[in-house]
């Protein structure tokens, strides 16, 4: 007869259905007794069962929860927070770089002083945006709006679930 | 080239099946959706879905009643507070039970030592709803006589044979759960398994 396995490699083989595995299980007795008392531990193992939490585990992991704020929001305060960081970095980046913060200034007070060219002047890119590409100025305005309208619903969700779940 | 694609690609039928089957192989996908959205009786319809099997793995990794109601109960507020980072292409229970497992063993490190007492608690806590039911399969006896031989192993190897044979977990699951690869449960039930019966031999023995 050969060598015994190692008893963890010939159980694990057995159970995958290996032939040489399974043979070595016929002709061996020391290995057969093993693997049978591992079969009947399975046996009773697989009869145990969970126990039942205490009576009251719901009730007060919902009072729990209902101190907590709904997990929409705090998505929407994590990412709005991150939104207004990268919005104030991107900011001091482009008002830090050389010569930007002059030219800002320049701009500024020239827009505070002619403000009426300053509308002028917009109202003027405006027209001649619309009279040389009306169709796609206006596709994009459209699909803007959808975009931000889906988007704010999205996120407003919640509020339309609750007023649905309350009589 | 046509037919070679239609040859590769799945008809539509078969890509309904196999959505449909998507769908299916994720539960609790509703609740978790409105929950997230606030809606708490969703959140109490998955705690009640799933309160059980995190209870008792609580139980069977930290052996106290009090501690494993409290642990399971943590457990479950984390899950509602990290709701927003739950991928919802995996299985919830799963998802839960894996934080239930870092808060047990968290505590347990914190643990200094076992206290016997505790685990006499816990003898009398495990049998619970289903004594009646389990003690006409098994003679009672024998059945202290396993949960006392399983109590001695380690937080390791009673995790790993509760998800398998208490909970009857796929090892895969069980490997989502561990964070393992799922090559190595085999190995790992094996050696829990061969620990539990040297150690019923030797009580047998006493």
């Known amino acids: 007869m050969n060598a015994c396995p190692e008893l963890e490699t010939l159980l694990i083989a057995a159970a995958e259905h290996d032939a040489e595995a399974l043979a070595h299980l016929r002709t061996c007795p020391d290995c057969a007794a093993l693997a049978e008392e591992h079969r ?18 719901v009730q007060s992991v919902m009072a729990r929860v209902a101190l907590e704020p709904a997990p929409v929001r705090v998505e929407l305060r994590t990412g709005l927070s991150i939104l207004a960081v990268t919005l104030m970095g991107a900011t001091l980046a482009f008002v830090a ?25 917009v109202s003027e890119a405006l027209a001649a945006l619309w009279s040389t ?12 709006i959808l975009v931000s309208t889906l988007g704010l619903r999205r996120l407003a969700g919640h509020r339309v679930v609750e007023a649905r779940v309350r009589p | 080239m046509t037919t070679l694609l239609s040859s590769w690609l799945p008809s539509p039928a078969a890509l309904g099946s196999i959505l449909a089957e998507r769908t299916e192989t994720v539960p609790y996908r509703a609740e978790v959706r409105a929950a997230r959205r606030g809606d708490r009786s969703a959140f109490e319809a998955l705690v009640r879905s799933v309160q059980r099997p995190v209870y008792g793995l609580c139980l069977r990794l930290l052996r106290t009643e009090a501690e494993a109601a409290e642990v399971a109960q943590e457990t479950f507020l984390r899950a509602y507070q990290h709701l927003g980072r739950y991928d919802e292409a995996k299985p919830f229970d799963l998802w839960v039970l894996a934080i239930a497992r870092n808060l047990c063993l968290d505590l347990l490190r914190r643990r200094s030592r076992v206290h016997t007492q505790d685990v006499d608690e816990m003898h009398e806590a495990l049998p619970s709803g289903e004594r009646s039911q389990e003690e006409g399969v098994i003679a009672a006896e024998e059945h202290r006589s396993l949960e006392s031989a399983l109590s001695t192993l380690g937080p390791d190897d009673r995790e790993v044979l509760a998800l398998y044979y208490v909970q009857k977990r796929t090892t895969k699951e069980i490997a989502q759960v561990m964070g393992v690869a799922p090559g190595t449960i085999m190995a790992r039930l094996f050696r829990a398994r061969e620990k539990l019966r040297r150690q019923m031999k030797t009580e047998d023995a006493q």
């Open chain 1, 133 to 144: 590409a009306a169709l796609p100025t206006a596709v994009a305005m459209v699909g803007l």
């Open chain 1, 97 to 121: 770089a050389h010569g930007n913060l002059g030219l800002l200034g320049t701009r500024a007070a020239w827009a505070v002083v002619a403000w009426r060219n300053l509308f002028f002047a």
């Open chain 1, 40 to 57: 009947q531990m399975e046996k009773d193992l697989f009869r145990l069962a969970d126990p039942l939490p205490p009576p009251d585990f």
